[in-house]
């Protein structure tokens, strides 16, 4: 079974899906099963790729305009890509720099795997630069690492501590340990909890499935 997903970037008119959804129809995606979202790629919820993602099952394809329509950037791509991979679902892209990926086919699958070893390449590149970095803040006498990732913990304090009218998000991230942009990624500022937040407090993946239990 063929899924589409289609997104562009405002929803105040100025662009249109019918693009997107004619290159999906033609391709046999039925209408129903397209999937859409008017939002940014990097910033914006994307609840039209939650439920696409949610409905996928073991044998269907995931089909899509162009690659820039799935992923906030190469790195989520890839991740989202190979969480595809682990579900058996299928991805196909019809236009733009990806039009050749379709990882249902041999040559889909080894064009897709040399965007994956530049992404892992990228990846050393960032943990050299890193590393080099935290050696050279210790022989200046300071002391660093990574922030602290969110987990169910630490979010129920965020929550409760975002609660308070007068909370400031700034402090409230350094106490936890946190960045200000990892704090407002799972919480809003009334407490409640965003999509990321809720992923966390139900123990999903980061695609919104369950969890593989280890």
Aim: with cysteine; hydrophobic share 40%; glycine share 10%.
């Amino acid at each position: 079974m063929l899924i589409g997903y289609v997104r562009v970037s405002k929803s105040d008119g100025s662009q249109t899906l019918a693009p997107q959804c004619d290159a999906m129809l033609q391709a046999g995606v039925e209408q129903e099963r397209i999937y859409q979202d008017f939002a940014s790629g990097r910033h914006d919820a994307r609840p039209g790729l939650t439920a696409c993602l949610k409905a996928l099952q073991s044998g269907n394809t995931l089909v899509l305009w162009r690659l820039d329509r799935l992923g906030r950037d190469l790195k989520h791509l890839i991740n989202t890509a190979e969480d595809l991979r682990v579900w058996g679902v299928g991805l196909k892209v019809l236009a733009g720099a990806g039009a050749q990926i379709e990882t249902t086919t041999a040559n889909g699958r080894l064009t897709f795997g040399i965007f994956a070893a530049f992404a892992e390449f990228e990846r050393e590149l960032i943990a050299e630069r890193t590393q080099a970095g935290l050696a050279a803040a210790r022989a200046r006498g300071r002391m660093g690492g990574r922030p602290r990732k969110m987990d169910r913990a630490t979010l129920t304090m965020a929550m409760a501590a975002m609660s308070d009218p007068k909370a400031n998000a700034t402090k409230v991230a350094k106490r936890l340990g946190l960045t200000t942009t990892t704090l407002y990624a799972h919480v809003n500022g009334d407490g409640s909890p965003k999509a990321a937040g809720t992923a966390v407090l139900e123990g999903t993946s980061r695609l919104g499935k369950p969890a593989a239990a280890p």
